[in-house]
């Protein structure tokens, strides 16, 4: 996962027209943020951040559910105090660590919960070719 950067991840189909900020969760894990249209999209690295990292988080998280995305295994996810808010979460497993789409509609374009875990889904899909197995 190396090669990976999130600052350089093409998100024009999704209105993104410039580079993505380097953003810090203070967690170790690399990200950017990315203003789309109607949305603020970021996506994070975490290098160690696999499957068993997310479920032992499981206790912050409203909802937690295994999906796939493209050939790696993935994890929707919205975090408690998050839900109807049109904010969401997809992770995608690579390797012993994660990249994570995270979706939070703004207020003018507020979503359900559903539409917005489906965007960051489309997003997380067309990344995904990108990723190592």
């Excluded at 189909?13 to 580079?19: L, V």
């Excluded at 993505?20 to 975490?46: I, S």
């Excluded at 479920?55 to 937690?64: I, P, S, T, W, Y």
Aim: net charge negative; proline share 5%.
């Amino acid at each position: 996962m190396a090669g990976f950067d999130p600052c350089k991840v093409d998100l024009q189909n999704f209105g993104a027209s410039a580079p993505g900020e380097p953003v810090d969760q203070g967690v170790g894990e690399q990200g950017c943020e990315y203003d789309a249209e109607g949305m603020t999209v970021a996506v994070y690295k975490g290098e160690t951040n696999d499957f068993k990292y997310w479920e032992q988080r499981r206790g912050n998280l409203a909802v937690f559910e295994p999906n796939q995305v493209g050939s790696h295994q993935g994890i929707k996810q919205i975090a408690n105090g998050s839900v109807g808010q049109g904010v969401c979460n997809q992770a995608i497993m690579v390797g012993s660590g994660s990249v994570s789409v995270q979706v939070n509609n703004s207020a003018s374009n507020e979503q359900s919960d559903d539409a917005t875990c489906a965007k960051a889904l489309e997003i997380a899909n067309a990344i995904e070719p990108s990723l190592p197995q």
